[in-house]
């Protein structure tokens, strides 16, 4: 079963405008964490933001929020103020189980993020 | 610089042949991860591993195999079994900290 679902292929977003990724996951267990990574084109995977299931708050990082919706197992992806360099594909992660143990860590299957001038 | 170093950046295999792609992290991290990327898709997991001389099956493990034999590198063979090896791999590590970190990838292409 797919543990990470990422409904939109692709998006489109005027500079300097914000814009939200979705992402849902699927999890049992009650211990996980859920990251976003970018990759431009060069291949290279960008860690933005991370967001553990017991973390009351939801994470920012500049300009990147996390809307953390854990009863829907939703955590969207906020863009402020969109940039010409924040064309790329997006990707949805999540780690189970506790975060001092290398379990599986798995990804969506991606947004591709296209901001127009 | 601590980090994650794939290589080669580059590699062209032979139908029938194995090859091997390699990964070194000096970030002495106990976990490592190998996935591979086909145009336009997300990454799936082909295997991870927790601690040296151990590692487990993702998603996608037929036609690859791995090796621990130290903690600091992590090497993933395509075998020949492997039949559309075509992809981007990309290795990652991570510690008992939050994030993974990535090395820049290897694309494979079979001529």
Known sequence: ?117 | DGGITQSPKYLFRKEGQNVTLSCEQNLNHDAMYWYRQDPGQGLRLIYYSQIVNDFQKGDIAEGYSVSREKKESFPLTVTSAQKNPTAFYLCASRDRGVRAFFGQGTRLTVV
């Open chain 1, 1 to 117: 079963a797919q543990k990470i679902t990422q409904t939109q292929p692709g998006m489109f977003v005027q500079e300097k405008e914000a814009v939200t990724l979705d992402c849902t996951y699927d999890t049992s267990d009650p211990s996980y964490g859920l990251f976003w990574y970018k990759q431009p084109s060069s291949g290279e995977m960008i860690f933005l933001i991370y967001q553990g299931s017991y973390d009351q708050q939801n994470a920012t990082e500049g300009r990147y929020s996390l809307n953390f919706q854990k009863a829907r197992k939703s955590a969207n992806l906020v863009i402020s103020a969109s940039q010409l360099g924040d064309s790329a594909m997006y990707f949805c992660a999540m780690r189970e189980g506790p975060g001092n143990y290398g379990q599986n860590f798995v990804f969506g299957p991606g947004t591709r993020l296209s901001v127009l001038p």
